[in-house]
């Protein structure tokens, strides 16, 4: 499963249809080597081949070869958040779950993907000012859905919602690191619905 190429913060305004065409090619060809062989064992030289593009171009794109991950990982925020946005149902718990839902699938189907950006963002790592980026995504999407269940009284009105925000993504965020280190065999998604669980029943009304 590859990410849909909505998400991309990196890209111009005012691109022709040729130059989007060309990046995506680029993208794609990145992340199926990265998947193939490692973001380190791959090289600028060999993406550009795979995209059937001359190395200057691929460079003109993606001037670092980490940009194709910090790409991958906020089409990833964004389409999960949008998943979960979308569905029509309605409650704080039913959002969580659906945001869950969306993050099970696209994360299995791009394990080598995901080893390596965990690998990336721990401590300071490279990809670490990317992840404060899809980070302040995730935390409004989960500010609006604590307020929401405050609202319909799913969430105690007593807890502070930035806090509960930071809260939520703290855990979400250790939930899908463990899940990489033990080595991404158990479901993502139950281990997320799991573990909310827990924090859920103190959030509780």
């Keep these: 499963m590859k990410i849909q190429p909505d ?43 795979a995209a059937g593009m001359a190395r200057a171009s691929a460079f003109n794109h993606f001037p670092s070869k980490l940009l194709f991950l910090a790409e991958f990982f906020h089409r990833f925020t964004g389409e999960v958040i949008d998943a979960a946005s979308s569905a029509k149902i309605s409650g704080f718990r039913n959002q969580l779950e659906a945001l869950f839902a ?20 721990m401590g300071h790592g490279p990809l670490a000012p990317v992840e404060s980026e899809v980070d302040d995504e995730m935390l409004n999407f989960f500010r609006a859905i604590v307020v929401q269940g405050q ?33 991404q065999e158990r ?18 009304a």
């Design 7 to 49: 998400h991309q913060p990196e890209r111009p305004p005012n691109r022709s249809r040729r130059a989007l065409a060309n990046r995506e090619r680029l993208y794609e060809a990145a992340i199926s080597l990265f998947e193939q062989r490692g973001f380190q064992h791959t090289s600028m030289d060999e993406i550009a081949k």
């Design 102 to 121: 969306a993050i099970g699938p696209i994360a299995h189907a791009n394990k080598p993907i995901m080893r390596e950006i965990t690998a990336l963002t």
């Design 151 to 183: 609202a319909n009284g799913e969430v105690d009105p007593e807890w502070d919602q930035d806090f509960l925000a930071e809260l939520m993504l703290g855990l979400l965020t250790v939930t899908a690191n463990d899940w990489v280190n033990l080595g």
């Design 187 to 204: 479901s993502l998604q139950k281990e997320l619905s799991m573990r909310f669980e827990v924090l859920l029943q103190g959030m509780a």
